[in-house]
Structures are given as structure tokens and as C-alpha cells.
């Protein structure tokens, strides 16, 4: 049952907001959906320590995606995101925590200069097939970036859905 799963998740979450220990999360292929991921958003708003969350292959659609994104703004641990369907990150290393990055469609995203906590004026992701998942999660950082000057999205798959 459909409700019955989103319950257990709901409860998970409420656990993993107040874990202070675990620090790497995989939740691929859970059947997360929209409502799992505003659950797993809510939970990352307040969890102080977990650093890599995978969420592939969950069928999050724009809603839940846009809930992981308002986390972010807020996540001060999270630094590595896998988040959409894709290649796998072969040629993506993974980001150690001097470094906050996140992980869609195979591809690595600068998440402190999104945000501009490390300001930079320029960013360029042409070319790597980012999805509109990708889109939420960075509209989301850069709402409140007051330096970014140009963001470079060419030649990707944002309107796919």
C-alpha cells in the first residue's frame, strides 16, 4: 500500500532529523516519488551531519525536487546530492567535504558558488545533460546568490521531463 510505505518513510525521516551520527545515506531505488522527497526535505532542513544523501532512481518529480532544493538553501552538511536518473558519476569524483558539490544526472554541480558562498560571477554547465530535476535544485541556490553574473546551461535536457 501505497500510504502505508510514504508512512514508514515519514517516520524515517522523522528519526534522521535528529540522528547526530550517520553520515552517508543511500536511499536509491525506494519508490521515493514527490511526497517521499518533501518527507527526506523536511528532514534536511534540521539533520546537522549527513554529508552524502544518493537519492537515484526514486521517480522525484518537479515538486520533490523542488523540496530537496529548498533544503539545500538551508543544509549547512549535506555535500553530496545524487539526485536523478542518468549515467552513473564514473568520470564525477566524488567531492570530499572542502567541497560542497551535487550529483545530477551523472554530473557534478558547484553548489557553494550556486549559492554564492564561494562567489564567482561566472558558472558554466554546458553540455551535461542535466534534467529538469537539475533546474529545480539549482533555481533553488541561486535565489539568493547576489553575485552571479552569468550561469551557462547550453545544450542541456532541463525541459525533459
Not at 34 to 57: F, M, P, W, Y
Not at 71 to 98: D, E, F
Not at 122 to 130: K, V
Not at 132 to 149: E, Q, T
Request: charged letters at 20%; hydrophobic letters at 35%.
Amino acid at each position: 500500500d501505497h500510504g502505508r510505505n510514504q508512512d514508514g518513510l515519514r517516520l524515517f525521516c522523522i528519526g534522521l532529523q535528529k540522528n547526530t551520527t550517520l553520515t552517508d545515506l543511500c536511499l536509491r531505488n525506494n519508490g521515493i516519488g514527490d511526497e517521499g522527497a518533501q518527507h527526506i526535505g523536511e528532514a534536511l532542513k534540521s539533520n546537522t551531519v549527513l554529508t552524502t544523501l544518493n537519492l537515484r532512481d526514486n521517480k522525484i518529480g518537479p515538486e520533490g525536487a523542488k523540496s530537496i532544493g529548498d533544503a539545500l538553501k538551508i543544509s549547512k552538511a549535506l555535500t553530496t546530492l545524487m539526485c536523478a536518473l542518468g549515467s552513473p558519476p564514473s568520470q564525477v569524483q566524488m567531492c570530499s567535504l572542502s567541497c560542497h558539490c551535487l550529483l545530477c544526472s551523472g554530473h557534478a554541480l558547484p553548489i557553494l558558488e550556486l549559492k554564492g558562498v564561494s562567489p564567482v560571477e561566472t558558472i558554466e554547465l554546458r553540455g551535461r545533460g542535466l534534467t529538469y530535476l537539475s533546474g529545480i535544485v539549482i533555481a533553488s541556490c541561486i535565489s539568493s546568490n547576489s553575485v552571479l553574473k552569468s550561469l551557462d546551461l547550453e545544450c542541456n535536457k532541463m525541459g525533459d521531463e
